[in-house]
């Protein structure tokens, strides 16, 4: 039986399964000092803050932000290392594209780690800073843009 994919905005009731797969992926691609920022962010009811369901148990969440100059943000990507590699991130990044194409976006900018840079490379994110321990130590933060022109 082939897996259903969907998903939904993120709810305060989903807080508890992100803050889970935060955990589950801290300290490989998150710092741990991170979590207190993730957890403040998920309890501002962030808009376009979406979660991702596999046969309706959560494994991944992402946000879209886009302030009043139309300039967008990738925030708080994280996906379950039970089901890395199966696509699901490929979804997000297909569905923060052509979110930024419509509301006419230029770019989208990411604030990534020096291990997570390479699968926003693959969508032709470029690096425009690094900071060493940006994120924490060890943990190195790489800003990048994503021309979507």
Not at 13 to 23: E, N, P, T, V
Not at 115 to 144: C, Q, T
Request: proline fraction near 4%; charge should be negative.
């Amino acid at each position: 039986m082939a897996n259903h994919i969907e998903f939904k905005p993120f709810e305060p009731s989903d807080r508890d399964a992100c803050l889970q797969i935060f955990d589950e992926n801290c300290p490989l691609y998150f710092a741990t000092n991170e979590r207190e920022d993730y957890s403040g962010f998920l309890n501002s009811f962030p808009e376009g803050y979406e979660v991702c369901m596999v046969n309706s148990h959560i494994v991944g969440a992402y946000g879209l932000a886009v302030d009043d100059q139309k300039n967008c943000h990738l925030n708080w990507i994280l996906i379950s290392p039970d089901t890395q590699g199966s696509g699901i991130g490929n979804e997000f990044m297909t569905r923060a594209i052509a979110r930024a194409k419509f509301l006419g976006s230029e770019e989208i900018q990411i604030a990534a780690s020096h291990l997570s840079a390479p699968f926003f490379a693959k969508y032709g994110a470029l690096e425009v800073n690094y900071i060493s321990d940006g994120w924490g130590l060890g943990m190195h933060r790489v800003d990048m843009r994503l021309k979507l022109l």
